[in-house]
């Protein structure tokens, strides 16, 4: 009768919504190399490649490599707070003079 | 009777997986910062920093900003398959003497 059919129905659709649920848990743990890396920098360039010539260089730059620098190519710290937030451990490239 | 208590308990169930299903497929947007940027690279270091003197330099050094390369800080191509397989658009960061 009714109620049989809208039991039978229910316990399909919950245990399919489960089902789904449970498999998406147990198999995101390779999703890890599916994630981004630049979220938002010069998203219409399709590699986004920066060059500097050594002479150019003063006594210390400090290249960004989190791609969350509100200055990038350049370090603006921001690594900190992607760090924080998300328990990477990424941090700056340094290409200094020796003595600097 | 039982069958009415069956079909109310699954019902419930059905409901309660799919709204939460609902809930993170719409409010998962954001997850975008939750993202690792370094997924394997000296895990066990709070923060990798790389340092190199000018006076070492080559004519040329690539740098790797993908975190993926196997010859990590330096760019071994890595970034191409990265960006293949995730749409993502990262490239390295290219030192070198002008003429080089």
Request: hydrophobic share 35%.
């Given at each position: 009768?009714?109620h ?10 919950g245990?399919?919504?489960i089902?789904?649920?449970a ?15 630049n ?10 490649v920066h ?11 400090v ?14 710290g ?5 760090n ?9 490239l ?7």
């Amino acid at each position: 009768n009714r109620h049989e059919w809208v039991a039978a129905a229910s316990l399909t659709v919950g245990a399919a919504a489960i089902g789904y649920l449970a498999y998406k848990t147990l198999y995101s743990k390779d999703k890890g190399s599916k994630l981004l890396v630049n979220l938002d920098i010069q998203k219409d360039n399709p590699k986004v490649v920066h060059a500097f010539d050594i002479e150019d260089l003063g006594d210390k730059a400090v290249y960004c490599r989190c791609w969350r620098s509100k200055r990038f190519p350049m370090c603006d710290g921001s690594h900190t707070k992607h760090n924080d937030e998300t328990g990477d451990n990424v941090g700056p490239l340094i290409i200094k003079k020796r003595e600097a």
